[in-house]
C-alpha cells in the first residue's frame, strides 16, 4: 500500500527505504504514499502513485526508461541531493496531479530525461532554495506541457528543454518571491505556442525560437521578459 511511511524497521539502523531491481517492470503501483524511498530498475513499464512521493532525505526514482508516470499527489524534493527526482533516459509520459516542489537541496524535486513526452501538472512548479531544483529538465524535447496553476522559479528555471510542442500555464509564472536578482521561469530553444492565462511577473523566458506568444493577464517587473 505504501513505502517509507512506517520508517526504516526492514533496513539497518540509519538505512533508507529502498527498491532495486536488476529487470524490468511492468507495472509499479504504490496505492498511497511513498516516502523517503529509493526505487531503481532497468526500465519500467508504468509508475503510479496513488498519493504523493515526499522525500525529506535520500530517496528518488531512476530507471534507463519510464513508459509512464502519474501520481495522485505532490512530489516533494528535500534537503539532499536529487531528493525526490525522477531520472531516466526516456520518459513516455507524466501525470502530477498535485504540485512538482522543490527542497533546498540539488536537483531535489526534479523530473529529468533524454527526451519527456506529455506533461501534466494539476498544481504548481514551485522552486526551492538551491540551484536546480523544481523543475522539468530534459535535454531533448518534451512532447507538451500543461500546468494548471503556476509557475513559481528561485534559483532554478522552472522548464529546460532543447524543444516543447505547446505549453499552457493555467496560472501565471511569477519569480517575484525570490531573493536572487534574476530568474528564468523558461529555458528552451525552440516552442512552438506558449499560453500564460495569467501573469508574466519579475521572470524572465529565454527562448529562442517561439511560435504563439499569449498572456492573458499583465508582464510586470524585471527586465525583457522575454528573449
Given at each position: ?9 526492514t ?30 530498475a532497468?526500465?519500467?513499464g ?28 505532490s512530489i ?6 536529487d531528493?525526490g527526482s ?22 531535489s524535486g ?27 529538465d530534459?535535454?531533448?524535447a518534451?512532447?507538451s ?24 500555464i ?21 516552442v ?5 492565462a ?12 517561439l ?17
Amino acid at each position: 500500500n505504501s513505502m517509507g511511511l512506517i520508517g526504516t524497521l526492514t533496513p539497518l539502523p540509519g538505512g533508507e527505504a529502498g527498491t532495486l531491481i536488476a529487470g524490468v517492470v511492468k507495472t509499479f503501483t504504490v496505492r498511497t504514499e511513498i516516502l523517503n524511498a529509493d526505487i531503481r530498475a532497468a526500465a519500467f513499464g508504468s509508475i503510479r502513485v496513488g498519493g504523493s512521493i515526499t522525500v525529506n532525505d535520500d530517496g528518488s526514482i531512476s530507471a534507463e526508461k519510464i513508459s509512464s508516470l502519474a501520481v495522485g499527489g505532490s512530489i516533494v524534493g528535500g534537503n539532499g541531493f536529487d531528493d525526490g527526482s525522477v531520472q531516466a533516459d526516456e520518459i513516455g509520459s507524466v501525470i502530477i496531479r498535485g504540485s512538482l516542489i522543490g527542497g533546498s537541496g540539488g536537483d531535489s524535486g526534479t523530473i529529468q530525461a533524454g527526451r519527456i513526452g506529455r506533461v501534466f501538472i494539476g498544481g504548481d512548479i514551485r522552486g526551492g532554495f538551491e540551484v536546480d531544483v523544481a523543475m522539468i529538465d530534459s535535454e531533448g524535447a518534451i512532447a507538451s506541457l500543461t500546468v494548471n496553476g503556476s509557475i513559481f522559479p528561485n534559483e532554478a528555471t522552472g522548464v529546460r528543454a532543447s524543444s516543447v510542442g505547446a505549453i499552457k500555464i493555467g496560472g501565471s509564472i511569477d519569480g517575484s518571491r525570490t531573493t536572487v536578482s534574476s530568474v528564468e521561469g523558461l529555458e528552451i530553444d525552440a516552442v512552438k505556442s506558449l499560453s500564460i492565462a495569467g501573469d508574466l511577473r519579475a521572470s524572465h523566458i529565454r527562448i529562442e525560437n517561439l511560435g504563439i506568444f499569449h498572456v492573458g493577464g499583465s508582464i510586470i517587473g524585471g527586465a525583457l521578459p522575454l528573449s
